[in-house]
Every structure is written in C-alpha cells, then in structure tokens.
C-alpha cells in the first residue's frame, strides 16, 4: 500500500533550512577570513599615509587598540552566522527525528491496519468457501411427463449464482402482483412520506414499486415463506408496507412447493390455473371491500371456493425455504469489513478505496448482483440508501457501495425486467457498461 507523501510545504522549508544554514556558514567563514586578512593589509596603509605626512608610525598596542573594532565586528557577526547555522542544523536534526518517530507510528498503524484487513478477507473466503445449497430439478421425459427429481448441490460461489436464479424466478412468478399496483396500494402512509422526502431516493428518481419490488421478493428470497419465515417478514415490514399486499406477496409464494416434494406435480400442471383464480380473488376482494381478511373465500369461476391460503397449507415444504442461515453472517460480516476501513482516520481516502478495492476483488459477478439486492432491501440500506432505525436518508460521506465501487463488475445494466443498476448508484463507474 501507499504511504502519505511529504507535503509539498514542508519539503520547501526543509529545503530552505539547509540552503540557509549553508549560506549562513559560508557567509560566516568569508567575513572571519576577510577579517584575518584585510586587518595587515590596513596597517601597511596606515602606516604608508602616516609616514608620507611624517608623523611616527603607531606600536603594535596602539594598532590593535585601534583596529579592535572591526575584529570585534567580524568575529560577532561570524559567530552569530555560526550560530545561527548550528541552530538551523539542529533544528533539523529534531525535525527529522520526530518525522522518523511519526513515521514508524504510522507504519505501525498501518501495518495493525492491513494485519487486521487480512484477517477480515480470510474470514470472507472462509465463509464462501463454507456455503452449499442443494436444490433438486426435473426434466421432460420423451413422453412429455416428468421425470424423477434430481438432487444437484453447489457449493462455494456456485451458490450466489443459484441464490440469484431463484430470486429471478421469484422475480418473475410475482411480478404480476406488481404491474397494477401504485405506490398508495403498497406503502403504509407514513412510510411512503419517509421515502418520498428520502433526499437519496429522491436524487435519483428512484421509481418506488420497483424499490419496494426487490425489498419484499428479496425477503421472501432471504427469509423464505415458511410459517417462521411468513412470521418474520409480516413483522418486520408492518410499518412499511399495507398488511394485506404483503400477504399476497407470501401467500402466492407458498404455493409453490419443492421440485422434489409430491405436490410438486400437481402444482406444475395447475400453476396457470392457480394464478388465474388468485388474481380474481384479489379481484373480487378489491371489489367487495377495502380491507379483509386473506383467507376469507370468494367465489370465483363456475362458483369454486377460492382462497388466498396455499393449496396444501404447512403441508408440504415450501420451494422457498430460505437462506438466512446462508447469507445472514455473511453480509454482516461485509459490512463490519468494508465499515473498518471507511472509519479510518488515518488514511486518505485513496488509501481507503485501495484497501477496500482487496475486499472487492473477492467478489463474482453474482456475488455483486446479490450484494446489490441485498443493499436496496431493507436489510442492507444501510449501505448507502436509507437508516434502518429512522428511515432518514444517509450522509454522502457514508455511501458505501458509490464511494468504493462495490458492485462496478457486474457486466449488464439490465439485471432484471426494469432494474438498472445505474438508476440506483448512478455515481458508479461501472466496468462494462
């Protein structure tokens, strides 16, 4: 790493101290030689100018009584000239010890630094190098039936890759739940005024469903739609999103069961249906009053009972179970490595986007897209968007992921249907695009 240069001030004046002590050294030797010579030189003369108007040339004692002055003169000023060269030297001198003790304090402080980063990359690669997830997939035999699932594991990165494929997929089930919604159908009033006067959203024209579009798919991707699941993440977006739109989000998410459970197959056939007869119920529900229960019944093609409960209730497994266990040290420990550098008085902000560019050269293209759905969610707007405790936006100074690029490697603009990356962190230099 870099360490901080001199600055350009304080070379000039070091430099200046030696020329002048130099100088004053110089200047001292020539006076006290010119006074050693010029003093006999002087007295030829005077004797010379005495002699030709005939007075009698002075002794010895009555010369050097004469001609003491400039003697005196002389070695004052040389001496002063010496002294204040030694001075000068001196000075240097200390100046230069207590530059070489600061610097060993810095270097000290930088290598506590980078000692202390390392160790926080390491624990990064342990925790990648510790994940595995394994999914199950089917294929079409020759009849057109389904075969038997299959059981395919990935494990270290791999798994950022399958984690954002079945948010793609999510992305895609429940985008429907979306188009004709408004920002009035999604937020709770008070939330909706917190993110509107939110100076970040506000800056770059943040379009609201799709930042609530990636927070909920995202949690239910994060948390999945079990019944612990389901609780968690009705509780934590109580204050921010209406009760009854949440619960749609969830409740469609639940139908889908594992590719390896029995229910699989029936669910596979009947999606298109199943779909149907969910938006007329949220049709119907929307029709008949403002605020319901979800599981209340509504009848709906050829008289059918239909609700908004899953088919099979806790039944079965559902195919979103969840990554917390996955993902939640990992981010945390992210954010407390990235934090450690950014809170560093010490180094310059050069230094800090250079330590930090280490972490970030440990991350693939889909750890990135991740750790970007990650920072637009309510679980990581602390990054750069939003306080989680206030919901106030965050000093400029603190935008984490604009400040050191964190997310610059990911080769597309369009991640998703009506995502860009530029749209959310504009001031990103971003490599490919």
């Known amino acids: 790493?870099?360490?901080?240069?001199?600055?350009?001030?304080?070379?000039?004046?070091?430099?200046?101290?030696?020329?002048?002590?130099?100088?004053?050294?110089?200047?001292?030797?020539?006076?006290?030689?010119?006074?050693?010579?010029?003093?006999p030189t002087h007295k030829i003369e005077n004797n010379r100018e005495e002699n030709s108007n005939a007075k009698e040339v002075e002794d010895s004692t009555s010369y050097w009584t004469r001609h003491g002055t400039m003697g005196d003169w002389t070695g004052g000023v040389t001496?002063?000239?010496?002294?204040?060269?030694?001075?000068?030297?001196?000075?240097?001198?200390?100046?230069?010890?207590?530059?070489?003790?600061?610097?060993?304090i810095k270097n000290f402080q930088y290598d506590k630094i980078e000692s202390r980063l390392f160790v926080l990359i390491t624990l990064h690669r342990d925790n990648?190098?510790?994940?595995?997830?394994?999914?199950?997939?089917?294929?079409?035999?020759k009849d057109g039936l389904m075969n038997k699932a299959i059981m395919q594991t990935a494990r270290h990165?791999?798994?950022?890759?399958?984690?954002?494929?079945?948010?793609?997929?999510?992305?895609?089930?429940?985008?429907?739940?979306?188009?004709?919604?408004?920002?009035?159908?999604?937020?709770?009033?008070?939330?909706?005024?917190?993110?509107?006067?939110?100076?970040?959203?506000q800056d770059r024209n943040i379009n609201l469903i799709i930042y609530a579009q990636i927070d909920l798919i995202y949690l239910v991707i994060f948390f999945g739609v079990s019944t612990e699941g389901f609780a968690t993440i009705k509780n934590i977006t109580n204050d921010r999103y209406k009760a009854e739109f949440v619960a749609d989000i969830l409740y469609y998410s639940a139908f889908k069961p594992k590719v390896e459970a029995d229910e699989w197959l029936t669910y596979h056939a009947s999606i298109a249906k199943k779909k149907k007869a969910f938006m007329q119920t949220r049709k119907q529900r929307h029709l008949l009053v403002t605020s319901?229960?979800?599981?209340?019944?509504?009848?709906?093609?050829?008289?059918?009972?239909?609700?908004?409960?899953?088919?099979?209730?806790?039944?079965?497994?559902?195919?979103?179970?969840?990554?917390?266990?996955?993902?939640g040290h990992y981010f945390r420990h992210l954010y407390q490595s990235v934090n450690f550098i950014h809170k560093q008085s010490g180094l310059?902000?050069?230094?800090?986007?250079?330590?930090?560019?280490?972490?970030?050269?440990q991350f693939?293209?889909?750890?990135?897209?991740?750790?970007?759905?990650?920072?637009?969610?309510?679980?990581?707007?602390?990054?750069?968007?939003?306080?989680?405790?206030?919901?106030n936006s965050i000093e400029k100074e603190n935008h984490l992921v604009s400040e050191y690029h964190l997310i610059?490697?990911?080769?597309?603009?369009?991640?998703?249907?009506?995502?860009?990356l530029s749209e959310f962190y504009p001031d990103i230099d971003y490599e490919s695009f």
């Open 364 to 391: 693939s293209s889909y750890e990135q897209i991740l750790f970007f759905l990650n920072s637009i969610s309510q679980l990581g707007r602390i990054w750069e968007v939003e306080d989680k405790k206030t919901g």
């Open 1 to 39: 790493m870099n360490r901080k240069k001199l600055n350009g001030t304080s070379e000039f004046w070091e430099w200046f101290q030696r020329i002048s002590a130099i100088v004053f050294v110089f200047v001292g030797i020539s006076l006290g030689i010119y006074g050693y010579v010029a003093a």
């Open 128 to 141: 990648v190098n510790e994940l595995s997830f394994s999914s199950y997939f089917r294929n079409d035999n």
């Open 292 to 327: 319901i229960a979800s599981d209340s019944k509504f009848i709906v093609n050829s008289n059918k009972l239909y609700t908004l409960n899953p088919d099979h209730g806790n039944k079965y497994v559902k195919y979103y179970g969840g990554h917390q266990f996955r993902l």
């Open 79 to 104: 001496g002063s000239l010496f002294s204040l060269a030694g001075f000068l030297l001196l000075y240097l001198s200390f100046n230069k010890q207590a530059e070489s003790h600061n610097t060993q």
């Open 408 to 420: 610059k490697n990911i080769p597309d603009d369009m991640i998703f249907p009506g995502v860009k």
């Open 348 to 361: 310059n902000k050069d230094e800090k986007y250079d330590y930090i560019k280490l972490i970030r050269g």
């Open 157 to 201: 990165r791999k798994v950022f890759k399958t984690i954002v494929n079945q948010f793609k997929e999510a992305w895609s089930e429940l985008d429907f739940i979306f188009e004709d919604a408004s920002e009035n159908s999604i937020y709770t009033d008070e939330y909706l005024k917190k993110v509107k006067i939110n100076k970040t959203i």
